[in-house]
């Protein structure tokens, strides 16, 4: 072997048991590694046994090999981890062959020396394992023995916690995350900053409103918020159409208020204000009421129901009517008379991309549109309806403006921060880590003086009442399963500070207002679809109030390898990421065949010969021509007029297949329950 080696970059020592391992090293590669073992002599100690380590074990070598070998070398080193009794053994060993002033010192990884690899190590190329430092790369091949354990993760969600690991230099502290500890600094992934606009804020008194309105307003500001400024500056007062995208909690709802209260109590025209949701209209209603009932009616129409949960009946005269999207289309579908309309709101507006009711929005939109223009044809006095498009959320705001025909009003200011955190847990630990986040938020107060509140997304009814019982603090469940009681009662409560935390599913996330500082994700999925970037955006919004706190806080709780519905391609913490790194997606709406039919069907009931032309005019690229053909075959229209039956599908938003079914199972004499259930069958089937 000494012939072979002709020069020694480092030759490196380290203590094992009783025992030395030895290490070559020259050009950054291993040249070999051997096991030495020293005798005491009256010369003191020298090379006793030197074995050199090889695949199929040991082979013996010279003892007097290690020293040619220790001359040949540029530098010897020695583990620190070597004991002291040992560092003085070797130290007196090269001091026999005048060695000694080659020898040094050095710390080093102790599993790589253990393994026979020479890593010298600093406080910042290491990590901190149990007690010691140890190599980057043994740290990483540790933590990754904890992953298998904990089960299969994503290359992304490894990458992550290596990057943490390598950025905090602790192990123990990353393993700790995989079992639900809440190291804030560890799982802040980042944090989106608060930032403003440079607009320059509009005195109100220059708003020249109504009176009624401008003097509502100049008692409670002086000046608007940027968002509603750069609204007035885009034509609002003058009627112009916009649509107006800006983050949760900067003051987009008002633009719509200030508008539609100015042309009602002026003479120009109701305001319907629109909204996806029950919950959302219910709470808008009272809104209005508490707020302007004084100066106009308040009316509100939910879904087909005339009659509201507390025996209030709707007005279709009112100056304001506050609905639901399906509330006014059912109102047009039937050919109820909303008397004239100056302004609509539409709240949420992104809304037209999610699946099943994008379409009776698009559809809503234009039959809506087609009213207003009927009366404005046939009266002289009505000048027809200002609409306000309102989102958070929308990837392509120029595309849906110009679609819209509206102007686009666009303000990225966020008024608060917000951090974003990830960990790790499995189903049965995420109650238990919410219960921690949720005390921790209600035991702060801001510098405003309101305690911190959490809003907790999940994915089910049931799951909602599962996690609320498990919460120390007072909490309580918040879904469209409650009654109209029960919702405003924790609404209430909420308000007043006495819930610690409300947990609900895809209700809130549409823009029910509770100022809560923080928001956890029980799990990244509503229902059995994951959310999407646009929704997890709208929903992490709800975190941080300006008037109430001085940040947010978002945590997502995230299973490894988790589904929760086997037609789910992706697992959670691959969703995870996706929803943390992704862009927002564009407002789009798709139309499959039922969807097609049901909106050019709904268009000819109400437009008559010109569904055409409205289907036309629509968001979505709706294939009319096909819907037109399966119309006629289902005899739901006869040439483009609707028949009755037709116009009781559209009444009912039957979706058409189904009505078709239930159809051909009342002419065969079909019992009703084997009717219903084929209906079923053909909804699991798709």
């Known amino acids: 072997m000494s012939k072979q080696v002709q020069r020694v970059d480092t030759l490196f020592l380290h203590e094992v048991n009783d025992d030395y391992t030895v290490v070559a090293r020259r050009d950054d590669e291993r040249l070999f590694r051997a096991r030495l073992q020293t005798k005491e002599t009256d010369a003191g100690p020298r090379p006793g046994k030197f074995r050199l380590k090889t695949a199929n074990g040991e082979d013996p070598r010279s003892p007097d090999e290690f020293v040619e070998i220790a001359r040949l070398a540029d530098r010897i080193r020695v583990s620190e981890q070597t004991s002291r009794d040992g560092r003085r053994e070797i130290r007196d060993l090269l001091d026999g062959y005048q060695l000694a002033e080659k020898a040094k010192v050095v710390r080093t990884c102790r599993y790589c020396a253990g393994n026979g690899r020479y890593s010298p190590i600093t406080d910042e190329t290491s990590v901190e394992a149990d007690g010691e430092r140890i190599c980057q790369d043994c740290a990483v091949r540790e933590l990754e023995r904890e992953l298998a354990f904990k089960g299969d993760l994503t290359g992304a969600a490894e990458d992550r916690l290596e990057e943490l690991l390598l950025d905090v230099g602790d192990l123990d502290r990353i393993v700790g995350l995989l079992e639900g500890q809440l190291d804030p600094d560890l799982t802040k992934f980042d944090e ?342 646009q929704e997890f955006e709208q929903m992490l919004g709800r975190a941080g109030r300006p008037d109430y706190h001085d940040r947010g806080k978002v945590y997502m709780l995230v299973e490894p390898d988790a589904v929760y519905h086997n037609s789910m391609d992706m697992s959670e913490d691959e969703v995870a990421f996706k929803l943390l790194k992704g862009e927002m997606e564009d407002v789009v709406t798709a139309y499959d065949q039922n969807a097609a039919i049901e909106e050019v069907l709904a268009n000819v009931v109400v437009g008559g010969h010109s569904a055409k032309r409205l289907s036309e005019r629509m968001v979505g690229d709706v294939p009319t021509k096909h819907a037109v053909g399966k119309l006629l075959e289902y005899g739901f229209i006869d040439g483009l007029d609707p028949t009755p039956l037709g116009r009781t599908v559209t009444t009912h938003f039957l979706d058409p297949d189904e009505a078709f079914k239930m159809l051909d199972g009342v002419r065969k004499g079909m019992d009703p329950y084997r009717i219903a259930a084929e209906i079923e069958l053909l909804g699991e089937e798709e």
Request: hydrophobic share 35%; glycine share 10%; net charge negative.
């Open 192 to 533: 989106v900053s608060a930032n403003t606009d440079d607009v320059d804020p509009y005195p109100v008194s220059d708003l020249d409103l109504h009176p009624g309105v401008q003097g509502l307003l100049e008692d409670r500001f002086e000046t608007l918020l940027p968002v509603q400024s750069l609204s007035v500056e885009n034509g609002l007062v003058e009627g112009e159409d916009q649509l107006v995208v800006s983050a949760t909690a900067t003051g987009k709802t008002l633009i719509g208020e200030m508008a539609g209260l100015h042309r009602a109590l002026s003479g120009n025209g109701k305001l319907l204000f629109l909204v996806p949701l029950v919950a959302l209209a219910n709470q808008k209603h009272e809104d209005f009421e508490d707020e302007y009932g004084d100066l106009v009616d308040v009316s509100i129409r939910v879904g087909s129901s005339r009659i509201r949960d507390d025996g209030q009946a709707f007005d279709p005269n009112a100056d304001v009517i506050v609905g639901t999207y399906e509330g006014i289309d059912h109102a047009l579908r039937t050919g109820r008379d909303l008397g004239d309309v100056g302004t609509v709101v539409i709240d949420e507006v992104h809304t037209l991309q999610e699946e099943g009711r994008g379409h009776r929005l698009d559809g809503l939109i234009t039959r809506l549109k087609h009213y207003c223009e009927q009366r404005e044809n046939a009266r002289e006095s009505y000048t027809g309806a200002q609409w306000i498009y309102l989102s958070a959320t929308v990837g392509n705001p120029g595309g849906l403006a110009k679609k819209l025909r509206a102007n686009l009003v666009e303000f990225e200011e966020r008024p608060v921060p917000i951090e974003r955190h990830l960990t790790f847990a499995d189903g049965q630990e995420k109650p238990r880590i919410t219960n921690k986040l949720v005390r921790r938020e209600y035991d702060k107060e801001s510098s405003k003086g309101y305690r911190g509140q959490t809003i907790v997304f999940t994915n089910s009814r049931r799951r909602c009442h599962e996690v609320a019982r498990k919460l120390d603090y007072p909490a309580a469940a918040y879904h469209a399963g409650l009654d109209y009681g029960k919702r405003k009662q924790v609404e209430r409560q909420f308000g007043d500070q006495d819930l610690a935390a409300v947990v609900t599913t895809a209700a809130l996330a549409a823009g029910v207002d509770f100022p809560a500082s923080q928001v956890v994700f029980d799990t990244l999925a509503m229902g059995i679809e994951w959310l999407t970037v």
